[in-house]
């Protein structure tokens, strides 16, 4: 199983970018998909989940952290094995290494999708830098 992101560099306050997930070696559309991130000094933050279906009928399924609602986006295409995350109005907070992890088990929750225990496999990370 592998993980490799793509998409991160620098960017500067303000602007936005989008990172890429490609998943191989396991059956993608059955796993939860969530993206986190860990900037210098801090711990592992989740900043967006999506479950396992987005076949549109199954209500809200995307959670996001309080610190980037309304600013992150997190989507997925089971066809090409991808998750996305679309980062929009970056500031200097955003400055991390950010990570996509996939969960199989069915106790990934509203509650429980930032438990980091909860993820089976974990990609290398792509740095964000966000300048002023």
């Known amino acids: 199983v592998q993980l490799v992101e793509s998409g991160g560099g620098r960017v500067q306050v303000g602007g936005s970018l989008r990172l890429s997930c490609v998943a191989s070696?396991?059956?993608?559309?059955?796993?939860?998909i969530s993206w986190f991130r860990q900037a210098p000094g801090k711990e592992r933050e989740g900043v967006a989940c999506?479950?396992?279906?987005?076949?549109?009928?199954?209500?809200?399924?995307?959670h996001y952290s309080d610190s980037v609602k309304g600013r992150f986006t997190i989507s997925r295409d089971n066809r090409k094995n991808t998750a996305y995350l679309q980062i929009n109005t970056v500031t200097p907070e955003d400055t991390a290494v950010y990570s996509c992890?996939?969960?199989?088990?069915?106790?990934?929750?509203?509650?429980?999708?930032?438990?980091?225990?909860?993820?089976?496999?974990w990609g290398q990370g792509t740095q964000v830098t966000v300048s002023s």
């Open positions: 992890a996939v969960s199989g088990t069915p106790r990934l929750k509203r509650t429980t999708w930032t438990w980091t225990y909860l993820y089976d496999y």
């Open positions: 070696g396991l059956p993608f559309a059955d796993y939860a």
């Open positions: 999506m479950t396992r279906y987005d076949d549109g009928t199954r209500g809200d399924n995307r």
